[in-house]
């Protein structure tokens, strides 16, 4: 601790410095007028002394910031990724979620909070926001004060409240691809002790790529999100407040592009341009990912439904403490179609997991402040239903593509034809924590606060795949993998076999773990605050529910099952400044995370099998400097920077998956704990000799740039339009991000190319209205959103989502 420590102390001078520097910050009101809750009590930002950034629903609506999508291009610590919602991942310093995986089974790392309810499934961050008010972004471990554990940050959602006041807004926009979007709110009293709120906002666009083969457009949006929040003032001292919400997204969605062919280690004649000279007249329709053009074949849907219900009660028992009580039922449906051959071909028909999730949340949260110790503490408890009814099946295409071509069965379409499997995946989840947060005032300017989260889990699950497929009679037979089955030797059924077999487990989980925190600050100065936090916090075990390895007998590896705990030490050190009478703020974060047992996809011989699966790399650290800075010399000009670099690395990954060049050869026994395995031959030799798993300690982690920045300024002046009198204004938006890997170990193949995109706004404003024009990826810059490798990994197909064009339009805002 005492070296990890010294490693960042070296940042203080500069920070003591930087007082008379500019700030970072939202470019509206200064910071110092910004009010949060990020620490379970409203407070100034600027004395808050953990690191975060937030963003005003004043600043949402000016930047057309209507997702968590469009929010990382404001605050450059914040990933996110989403082939489609339920393959969804938000990181934050580029840990917490394994990268390019779906499990049920798994926790977030990064945690989202609506009005204090936790949302546990991450598909809810593709969602429409709905009548926000803030959102703050918490950078680190997250225990000792929010319901549910989360080890590398939360994003803490505001939505706005019920008034006694008559209010109301509406905002309509349209642009180029058919963009339309529309949101309203209302509200106002119905008694001296009641108050409503209602909200709606609704979003659709044209698809992006063009699809061949269904001659239609896909990638589009089509959301719809509604919320109604009644309060009611039972007394001076209680109110209580029930909410409601509906979300759906129904896009036409979601499939990648062709990208590029690299070859790996497999045979030449097992490579996607042999492959695809056995289809006659068959050609991807085109080679370059920007013209937005494919030809899956496949149905496609993504539709994604989540809503709840919430009862918030907040008792303030005496001037200085405050009783808080949220209790919470949500639900999500699922209901998707994909193409995961990423081509033309009739290779995999279905594969679709359609999932319903349940869960119900209370917590109860006591907060005193006093004249030298204010605490925080409560309990919580969750518990989480998961069933998941999954498909998938080949098709007629399947035996030419998946079968060596030295096998006479490749040819005979019939063997994997309609290879059917039908997955039951459950997952019950329990979770108990008692937590709570302390901040000891040891003088005027010096603060120490520790925090100790105590936490039970318990988890059930289930994977039953049964596998069916047509027998070489004609008939139909479930393919096993125990030996001894009915047809197992037969050569047919050992083809089906090897694409995929029934498998049954039942994985469980139960036990406790201990995370802890400790934060000092000090008031240097009057607009000048330091502080540093040391925790130690645990993501909790998870379950393997994708399959599992099975040994010499094809029975499931029930050890391979469950998959360990994260273990996470975190330190940070930081400078909270303001200068010349608060125009100016400057925050500035040092951070070093050490994780153990950090959950991942591995590929390793332990259980005597080489196979992919859900489980544990040894050790992974991120590392790095942050910094917020933003000024407003006047009413007329504000302007604001952000940047963060991060270094964020496998430290020890002895078992990781091959990247797209190293797989696809013979498979060869391990030499040593962390060594390669073999020496493979250049890519696309037959018979090429390549490594089960590699060895990718010291390679940076996947999903995050080292160097990422977000950039802006508005300047306005007074005027006056159809007799109105407000203000022009100007606003301009730039972000950037340095080459990532989008590989979970990085490839040669799979890095995306570093970009720069710049949005343009302006209009005029007054109290009552807000017009404006905007145009976003101005110069429309060709980028790309992600890599993946294609059906196997072994072929050479690279495929991408590409990011938006350049789109324009036009908004107009009224509040009444």
């Given at each position: 601790m005492?070296?990890?420590?010294?490693?960042?102390?070296?940042?203080?001078?500069?920070?003591?410095?930087?007082?008379g520097?500019?700030?970072?910050?939202?470019?509206?009101?200064?910071?110092d007028?910004?009010?949060?809750?990020?620490r379970?009590?409203?407070?100034n930002?600027?004395?808050v002394?953990?690191?975060?950034?937030?963003?005003?629903a004043?600043?949402?609506?000016?930047?057309?910031?209507?997702?968590?999508?469009?929010l990382?291009?404001?605050q450059p610590s914040?990933?996110?990724y989403?082939q489609n919602?339920?393959?969804?991942?938000?990181?934050?310093?580029?840990?917490g979620?394994?990268?390019?995986l779906?499990?049920?089974?798994?926790?977030q790392?990064?945690?989202i909070y609506?009005?204090?309810?936790?949302?546990?499934?991450?598909?809810?961050a593709t969602?429409?926001?709905?009548?926000?008010?803030?959102?703050?972004t918490?950078?680190?471990?997250?225990?000792?004060l929010?319901?549910?554990?989360?080890?590398?940050?939360?994003?803490?959602i505001?939505?706005?409240?019920p008034e006694?006041?008559?209010?109301?807004k509406?905002?309509?926009t349209?642009?180029?691809?058919?963009?339309?979007?529309g949101?309203?709110?209302?509200?106002?009293?119905?008694?001296?002790?009641?108050?409503?709120?209602?909200?709606?906002?609704?979003?659709?666009?044209?698809?992006?790529?063009f699809n061949?083969?269904?001659?239609?457009r896909?990638?589009s949006?089509?959301n719809?999100g509604?919320r109604?929040?009644?309060?009611?003032?039972?007394?001076?001292?209680l109110s209580i407040?029930?909410?409601?919400?509906?979300?759906?997204?129904?896009?036409?969605?979601?499939?990648?592009?062709y990208?590029?062919y690299?070859?790996?280690?497999?045979?030449a004649?097992?490579q996607?341009?042999?492959?695809?000279?056995?289809?006659?007249g068959?050609?991807?329709?085109?080679?370059?990912?920007?013209?937005?053009?494919?030809d899956v074949?496949?149905?496609?849907?993504?539709?994604?439904?989540?809503?709840?219900l919430?009862?918030?009660?907040?008792?303030d028992?005496?001037?200085?403490?405050?009783l808080?009580?949220?209790?919470?039922?949500?639900?999500?449906?699922?209901?998707?179609?994909?193409d995961?051959?990423?081509?033309?071909?009739p290779?995999?028909?279905?594969?679709?997991?359609?999932t319903?999730?349940?869960?119900f949340?209370q917590?109860?949260?006591l907060?005193h402040?006093?004249?030298?110790?204010?605490?925080?503490?409560?309990?919580?408890?969750?518990?989480?239903?998961?069933?998941?009814?999954?498909?998938?099946?080949?098709g007629?295409?399947?035996?030419?593509?998946?079968?060596?071509?030295?096998?006479?069965?490749?040819?005979?379409?019939?063997?994997?034809?309609n290879l059917?499997a039908?997955?039951?995946?459950r997952?019950?989840?329990?979770s108990?924590?008692?937590?709570?947060?302390?901040n000891?005032?040891?003088?005027?300017?010096l603060?120490?606060?520790?925090?100790?989260?105590?936490?039970?889990?318990?988890?059930?699950?289930l994977?039953?795949?049964?596998?069916?497929?047509?027998?070489?009679?004609?008939?139909?037979?479930?393919?096993s993998?125990?030996p001894?089955s009915?047809?197992?030797?037969?050569?047919w059924?050992?083809?089906?076999?090897?694409?995929?077999?029934?498998?049954?487990?039942e994985?469980?989980?139960s036990g406790?773990?201990?995370?802890?925190?400790v934060?000092?600050?000090?008031a240097?100065?009057?607009?000048?605050?330091?502080?540093?936090?040391?925790?130690?916090?645990?993501k909790?075990?998870?379950?393997?529910?994708?399959?599992?390895?099975?040994?010499?007998?094809?029975a499931?590896?029930l050890?391979?099952?469950?998959?360990?705990?994260e273990?996470?030490d975190?330190?940070?050190?930081?400078?909270?400044?303001?200068?010349?009478?608060?125009?100016?703020?400057?925050?500035?974060?040092g951070?070093?995370?050490d994780?153990?047992?950090?959950?991942?996809?591995?590929?390793?011989g332990?259980?005597?099998?080489?196979?992919?699966?859900?489980?544990?790399?040894?050790?992974?650290?991120?590392?790095?400097?942050?910094?917020?800075?933003?000024i407003?010399p006047s009413?007329?000009f504000?302007?604001?920077?952000s940047?963060?670099?991060?270094?964020a690395?496998?430290?020890r990954?002895?078992?990781a998956?091959?990247p797209?060049?190293?797989?696809?050869?013979?498979?060869?026994?391990?030499?040593g704990?962390?060594?390669?395995?073999?020496?493979?031959?250049?890519?696309?030799?037959?018979?090429?000799?390549?490594?089960?798993?590699v060895?990718?300690s010291?390679?940076r982690?996947?999903?995050?740039?080292?160097?990422?920045?977000?950039?802006?300024?508005?300047?306005?002046?007074?005027?006056k339009?159809?007799?109105?009198?407000?203000?022009?204004?100007?606003?301009?938006?730039g972000?950037?991000?340095?080459?990532?890997?989008s590989?979970?170990?990085p490839s040669?193949?799979?890095w995306?190319?570093?970009y720069?995109?710049?949005?343009?706004r302006?209009?005029f404003r007054t109290?009552?209205?807000?017009?404006?024009?905007w145009?976003?990826?101005?110069f429309?810059?060709?980028?790309?959103?992600?890599?993946?490798?294609?059906?196997?990994?072994n072929?050479?197909?690279?495929?991408?989502q590409?990011?938006?064009?350049?789109?324009?339009?036009?908004t107009?805002?009224?509040?009444?």
């Open positions: 005492r070296a990890r420590m010294g490693s960042l102390l070296w940042l203080l001078p500069a920070l003591l410095m930087t007082e520097r500019v700030l970072a910050g939202d470019g509206e009101a200064g910071a007028e910004l009010v949060v809750t990020a379970r009590k409203q407070e930002v600027q004395q002394p953990i690191a975060l950034s937030v963003a005003t004043e600043r949402l609506e000016a930047q057309g910031l209507f997702n968590i999508q469009r990382t291009q404001v914040l990933q996110f989403a919602p339920r393959n969804t991942f938000i990181n934050i310093r580029g840990i979620a394994p990268f390019g779906t499990n049920d089974g798994f926790e790392g990064v945690g609506v009005d204090d309810v936790f949302y546990n499934r991450i598909a809810s969602l429409d926001f709905v009548d926000i008010e803030r959102i703050e918490l950078r680190g471990p997250q225990g000792t929010y319901g549910k554990n989360t080890t590398a940050g939360a994003l803490n505001t939505t706005a409240a006694f006041s008559f209010g109301g509406a905002e309509v349209i642009g180029n691809l058919g963009f339309r979007q949101k309203a709110g209302i509200t106002g009293p119905l008694s001296d002790r009641l108050a409503v709120r209602l909200s709606l906002a609704t979003t659709a666009r044209d698809g992006t790529v061949t083969a269904t001659n239609s896909i990638q949006l089509d719809l509604v109604a929040s009644l309060l009611w003032k039972a007394s001076e001292q407040t029930l909410s409601g919400d509906w979300n759906k997204q129904d896009p036409r969605c979601c499939a990648f592009v990208a590029a690299r070859p790996t280690q497999r045979a004649n097992r996607y341009p042999a492959l695809v000279a056995l289809f006659p068959y050609a991807v329709p085109s080679t370059n990912p920007f013209d937005r053009i494919t074949d496949a149905a496609l849907s993504a539709r994604n439904e989540i809503g709840g919430s009862l918030r009660a907040v008792w028992v005496d001037d200085r403490t405050t808080t009580s949220i209790s919470a039922w949500r639900y999500w449906a699922w209901g998707p179609a994909n995961r051959d990423f081509t033309g071909l290779i995999f028909t279905k594969v679709n997991n359609p319903n999730q349940r869960q949340s917590e109860v949260r907060s402040e006093g004249e030298a110790i204010d605490l925080v503490g409560g309990v919580f408890a969750f518990y989480q239903e998961i069933r998941t009814r999954g498909v998938q099946e080949t007629p295409a399947a035996s030419r593509w998946l079968l060596a071509p030295t096998s006479a069965l490749s040819t005979n379409p019939a063997v994997l034809n059917l039908l997955n039951d995946i997952l019950d989840n329990s108990l924590a008692a937590f709570g947060k302390l000891w005032h040891v003088t005027d300017a603060t120490i606060a520790p925090g100790l989260r105590l936490n039970h889990d318990l988890k059930r699950g994977y039953d795949s049964v596998v069916t497929g047509t027998a070489s009679n004609g008939t139909r037979q479930i393919v993998a125990v001894g009915p047809s197992f030797s037969d050569p059924t050992a083809a089906q076999r090897g694409v995929q077999a029934s498998q049954f487990f994985p469980r989980f406790w773990n201990l995370s802890y925190d934060n000092v600050s000090y240097a100065a009057r607009d000048v605050n330091l502080y540093a936090t040391y925790a130690r916090a645990f909790t075990a998870g379950l393997n529910l994708n399959g599992v390895p099975a040994d010499a007998n094809g499931p590896i050890a391979a099952g469950t998959i360990k705990p273990k996470v975190h330190f940070e050190i930081g400078v909270k400044s303001q200068a010349w009478d608060r125009r100016i703020t400057l925050n500035v974060t951070f070093w995370t994780i153990r047992d950090f959950q991942a996809n591995v590929q390793n332990q259980f005597g099998v080489v196979r992919g699966y859900l489980a544990n790399a040894e050790q992974v650290r991120s590392r790095g400097v942050e910094a917020d800075l933003t407003a009413p007329r504000s302007a604001y920077l940047t963060a670099f991060t270094d690395r496998y430290v990954f002895c078992d998956p091959p797209p060049e190293l797989s696809g050869g013979t498979t060869l026994a391990a030499s704990p962390c060594s390669v395995v073999g020496t493979p031959s250049a890519p696309g030799t037959p018979g090429g000799a390549s490594p089960p798993f060895d990718a010291g390679q982690l996947p999903g995050v740039s080292k160097w990422a920045h977000a950039w802006g300024a508005e300047a306005n002046l007074p005027g339009l159809l007799g109105e009198d407000g203000q022009f204004y100007l606003g301009y938006d972000s950037y991000r340095s080459s990532w890997s590989n979970p170990t040669v193949y799979t995306v190319a570093g720069a995109l710049h949005n343009f302006g209009g109290g009552r209205l807000d017009a404006f024009l145009i976003r990826n101005a429309d810059k060709d980028f790309i959103d992600f890599f993946t490798a294609g059906t196997g990994g072929t050479g197909l690279i495929v991408a590409v990011g938006d064009p350049r789109t324009l339009g036009g107009l805002k009224v509040n009444f």
